[in-house]
């Protein structure tokens, strides 16, 4: 597609129940982040996945998260277990890793309400 | 370390006003900087960077930033506030992991 596809765009979950979102990101783009927002909050950093390295996971905020890119395009990420705090909008994005010149490309978002 | 301080989380102006968002960056290497605006239940849109060379950059949508190693920082400028402006404005830098760190973000309202 033309940009970051994610989805669903709306999740509603129970408490305690897992859930998985999906982000596709620009063919091409070697490197694809996921952030989360919370009301009125700025973007914290979950994980960034960068071509065939490690993924930089130092912003996943429990073992609860969980996050993989397969094929070096799709990404899920992964809650289990999920709580009240975790509702927030959780932001994919992709970028061309040829040099910090280049910007990142969001998704839409997937708002998740855990209930 | 790189990142991003924004100040002020809601700035308000009158249609036709100048608009000036701040936004201040800590980064031991010659930063690149980004700055994004989101509307209402969307992604972030990129407005403008700035990467090497001139120092006042052009954007999208009349934005403009000028970057001033001397005082370390990214403003985003408007000499017109348009009401579509409203919006969440967030400044970013990119560390020499390709890694982005956002600003808290500036809350925009555009009073008619």
């Known amino acids: 597609g033309a940009g970051v596809s994610q989805s669903p765009s709306n999740k509603v979950t129970e408490k305690g129940k897992d859930v998985e979102l999906r982000c596709d990101p620009i063919s091409g783009h070697t490197a694809l982040y996921w952030y989360r927002q919370s009301l009125g909050q700025g973007l914290e950093f979950l994980i960034y996945f960068q071509g065939n390295s490690a993924p930089d996971k130092s912003g996943l905020p429990s073992d609860r998260f969980s996050a993989e890119r397969t094929g070096g395009s799709v990404s899920t990420l992964t809650i289990q277990r999920t709580q009240q705090e975790d509702s927030a909008v959780y932001l994919c994005?992709?970028?061309?890793?040829?040099?910090?010149?280049?910007?990142?490309?969001f998704g839409q978002g997937t708002r998740l309400t855990v209930v | 370390a790189q990142s991003v301080t924004q100040l002020g989380s809601h700035v308000s102006v009158s249609e036709g006003a100048l608009v000036l968002l701040r936004c201040n960056y800590s980064s031991s290497v010659p930063p690149y900087l980004f700055w994004y605006v989101q509307y209402p239940n969307q992604g972030l849109q990129l407005l403008l960077k700035y990467t090497t060379g001139a120092t006042l950059v052009k954007g999208i949508n009349g934005f403009e930033a000028e970057f001033k190693k001397s005082e370390t920082s990214f403003h985003l400028t408007k000499p017109s506030a348009h009401m579509s402006d409203a919006a969440e404005y967030f400044c970013?830098?990119?560390?020499?992991?390709?890694?982005?760190?956002f600003g808290t973000g500036t809350s925009l309202t555009v009073i008619p």
């Open positions: 994005a992709s970028s061309l890793n040829t040099g910090q010149n280049t910007e990142a490309f």
């Open positions: 970013a830098v990119r560390n020499t992991g390709n890694q982005f760190y």
